[in-house]
């Protein structure tokens, strides 16, 4: 089964440090990978696509075939960062799979 | 429009009662899904359109859940007898396929926070 899996409901660090959001998934083919976030009171919104390769607010994502994983990574937390982050699978080119979400917390 | 418009964006209801959720997705967006999104599940797919067909309509959880689409754009998702534990928030997302725009991601709307009291 085609499944995404965000092991951490909840992380909480400090300004500053280095943040991980992991995120591991199980598919046959070759993955598409996504990372949703969802500020304070706005709308879901696409955060990165591992196509891409890109960096977007500090964020990067690399895709781990050998350990399915596509973990969400920023060096130095901010603030803003506070979220709730969704993982997202593109399965059979129809619709996205989502993980369950990490809800991340910036500690002052 | 220029987003994805969901209406109402809150709605209180007695169990048993039905209701209807309503989207209008972006225009000229082909593909229409529908959402649902609560504590500890995450976000659960629930339905699929393209056009005014629905390929994919695997996520409803029982008969009692029912969505169609009409003129390729609005979508109605329809909730019969409503129970407590359809208390959630109800997203809805469009993307332009055509364009294989859903490598690109969805556009999502702000939601409808059912609560069945």
């Known amino acids: 089964a085609q499944r995404v899996t965000q092991p951490e409901k909840l992380l909480s660090v400090f300004k500053g440090a280095p943040v991980e959001l992991k995120c591991n998934y199980s598919y046959s083919g070759s993955p598409e990978l996504f990372w949703y976030v969802q500020y304070s009171r706005q709308r879901l919104q696409l955060l990165l696509r591992h196509i891409s390769r890109e960096s977007i607010k500090g964020f990067t994502a690399d895709l781990n075939k050998g350990e399915t994983s596509f973990h969400l990574k920023k060096p130095f937390a901010q603030e803003e960062d506070s979220a709730m982050y969704y993982c997202a699978l593109l399965q059979g080119a129809q619709k996205l799979v989502f993980g369950q979400g990490t809800r991340l917390t910036i500690n002052p | 429009g220029a987003g994805v418009s969901q209406s109402p964006s809150n709605k209180v209801t007695e169990k048993g009662k039905d209701v209807e959720l309503r989207c209008d997705p972006i225009s000229g967006h082909t593909a229409l899904y529908w959402y649902r999104q609560s504590l500890g599940q995450g976000l659960e797919f629930l339905i699929y359109?393209?056009?005014?067909?629905?390929?994919?309509k695997s996520g409803l959880p029982s008969d009692r859940f029912s969505a169609e689409r009409t003129g390729g754009s609005v979508s109605t998702l329809t909730i019969q007898r409503t129970q407590q534990e359809d208390s959630a928030v109800y997203l809805c997302?469009?993307?332009?396929?055509?364009?294989?725009?859903?490598?690109?991601?969805?556009?999502f709307g702000s939601g409808t926070r059912l609560t069945v009291v």
């Open positions: 997302a469009s993307t332009n396929k055509e364009r294989a725009g859903l490598r690109y991601g969805y556009t």
């Open positions: 359109f393209q056009g005014n067909s629905a390929p994919d």
